[in-house]
């Protein structure tokens, strides 16, 4: 049993709204608690229970409605199944999508390669998913072999993308959240902030089109069960040339980043996909 299905059943039990110490010391004296192995193993059960109120209560699919300053009530008891994913689930519906959408080929950057992994920059250098579209290839031969002079870096040659992934966005962590995108993903061509989940009430949309507005990072949110429709809430604005210092420093520090580059380059030499460099789609 998980966390959030104990707290649930205590919801269900009780049926009026509750607070946190309430529903600690209710699940303090169920037997059901020695079937939750992460409710045992957490260290601060109270915190535990005050995380999964938190995320339980916002986003597109709430199960919790917060109808007092410290109390909420169960307004469902449907868990919404993008809570129960993994963040690097993600990974393959935003690969399927931004080739289908964006004609571009991913490849995930593994932050476990990065050197010196634990700094603290490196989690706003490193960003989870990039990809690229060979634009030289939209070009007949005659004009390939002079925009291909050009080099790489080119955005008639190729475009990046960036991506950084969260499993879920709200109120409290839109801004932290943004600006780690804004500071791994601002060097490609377009950069993207995408979600499994997130708030849509009209003043949550209008901070995202103010800080797209600001800082030109799109927003997508993605669809677990048909992943070539989600959606784009804000496209991200478009950079006419990459930050080559950036790619540079992102190369010299993550090996798999290193490997994009290398194996795009040959791409574009080769002049053939090979569809087993990048996340499969």
């Not at 309430?22 to 229970?49: D, G, H, M, T």
């Not at 490193?126 to 080099?151: R, T, W, Y």
């Not at 409290?172 to 993903?185: G, K, P, R």
């Not at 809430?233 to 006419?240: D, G, L, T, W």
Request: contains cysteine; positive net charge.
């Amino acid at each position: 049993m998980k966390l959030i299905e104990l707290i649930v059943e205590i919801f269900k039990k009780e049926n009026i709204p509750l607070s946190q110490s309430e529903i600690f010391n209710l699940i303090e004296k169920s037997p059901a608690k020695f079937e939750c192995k992460e409710y045992l193993q957490v260290s601060v059960p109270r915190s535990a229970i005050s995380r999964q109120l938190s995320k339980f209560s916002s986003g597109s699919n709430p199960i919790f409605q917060k109808v007092k300053s410290r109390k909420y009530k169960l307004i469902s008891e449907v868990i919404p199944e993008n809570n129960l994913v993994r963040e690097f689930d993600l990974h393959s519906l935003l690969a399927t999508f931004a080739f289908k959408r964006f004609n571009a080929h991913c490849k995930t950057i593994n932050a476990v390669k990065a050197k010196n992994r634990g700094n603290k920059i490196n989690k706003w250098s490193n960003p989870d998913l990039v990809g690229i579209d060979f634009a030289l290839f939209n070009l007949n031969d005659l004009l390939q072999s002079e925009v291909e002079k050009q080099g790489i870096i080119s955005s008639q040659v190729t475009q990046f993308y960036s991506f950084e992934l969260k499993l879920k966005i709200d109120r409290f962590n839109l801004t932290e959240c943004y600006f780690q995108a804004v500071s791994n993903s601002s060097w490609a061509n377009f950069g993207y902030l995408v979600v499994g989940d997130m708030d849509k009430d009209n003043s949550f949309i209008s901070n995202l089109i103010r800080l797209n507005s600001g800082y030109g990072i799109g927003v997508i949110c993605l669809n677990f069960k048909e992943p070539e429709k989600s959606e784009i809430i804000v496209s991200a604005r478009e950079r006419n040339s990459i930050d080559i210092n950036f790619m540079n420093f992102l190369s010299s520090i993550n090996a798999d980043f290193y490997a994009f580059i290398k194996n795009s380059k040959k791409v574009i030499i080769d002049k053939k996909i090979k569809k087993e460099l990048f996340d499969k789609v």
